[in-house]
């Protein structure tokens, strides 16, 4: 499959965009364990404009992470317009627009999942982008419309296409879904018989294991799938999804060896990208996930969260033993 000129090879997975988890760090060990792609998180289009810090260290990424897409969001056409150009100055391989995000503080101005109420608004704001993006592919990430009355995304794919968007993910739920009930990839199968449709579709939605993986891909004939919360403390889910469409074969679970020094690994990455207080603060998220099915492992979290420095994480992460964490606590 191919994204414009970026070439990801036959069955992508893709790493989701996801605010406070998809940072840099993230992205560095999902590409080492497979992902294909990763993305930013969404970034505020207006906080970019306005130079915020916080705004421009959200784009900031390693050479080792390309293909990598910075995703922007917003309401006002001048603000996507200048966010562009500041995001394509960065340098990515493509920029992704948010016209999926279902909080009810971004909706409510025009931004995120909004404009699947208003498609002539999604057909201005994705034009300006593209524009401003010259040579920068830009892609777009929404749902399948904002309820159940008003799933078009067969005609959203086509007006997209026809206005020059790359690539197209679906995450399989409605604004209204939020994140309940079940995806419905049926809805992906659909889309990918619209005729006329030539840009990839990248499917996305309760994929947390390889045989989903291959389930969605089997199942709906998308070019691509996208992975969020199944990746989350669990990057091996890209390489265990890689050889099991290859092979047919799943590979043994990580040993909690293994789980451990990737989880220290990625808190090492998080202090040299965040600094000390910030980059401790944000693996919070990703510890229980890590520690899943572990042992012990909720003492272990409960001790992990008192910290504030790294190195007292890492001795107790890389000290950890199951059994005789209770002669240790
Ligand atoms: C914590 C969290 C943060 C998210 N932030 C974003 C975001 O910044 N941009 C975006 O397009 N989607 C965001 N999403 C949605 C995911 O990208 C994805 O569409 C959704 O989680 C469904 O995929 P999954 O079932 O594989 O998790 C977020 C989801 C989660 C759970």
Redesign the pocket.
Known sequence: MYIDQIQLGNRPLFL???????DSPFRQICRRKGADIV?????SSEAIIRDSDIALHKMHFEEAERPFGI?I?GGREEAMEGATKVAKANNPDLI?I?F??PVYKIVKKGA?SACLKDLGMMERMAGTVVDAAGDYPVTV?T?LGWDDHTIRIGEVALMLQRIGVKAL?V?A?TRSQK?KGD?RWEYLKKLKNTPGLEIPIIG?????TPELAKKMFDETGVDGV???????GNPWIFEHARHYLETGELLPNPTLRERLELCAEQLRLSVAHHGERYGVIIMK?HYGQYLKGVRNGKKLRAAIMEEKEMEPVLELLLNFREEEYFAVA
Do not use: L, W
Request: charged share 25%; proline share 3%; net charge neutral.
């Open positions: 989701a965009p996801m605010e406070d988890v998809s993305y930013t998180e969404f970034i995703q969001f992704d948010n999926g995000c995120g990430k749902r993910t995450h739920r994140y995806a996305n939605g309760d994929v947390t996208m992975i969020g919360r199944g990746a989350i998220k």
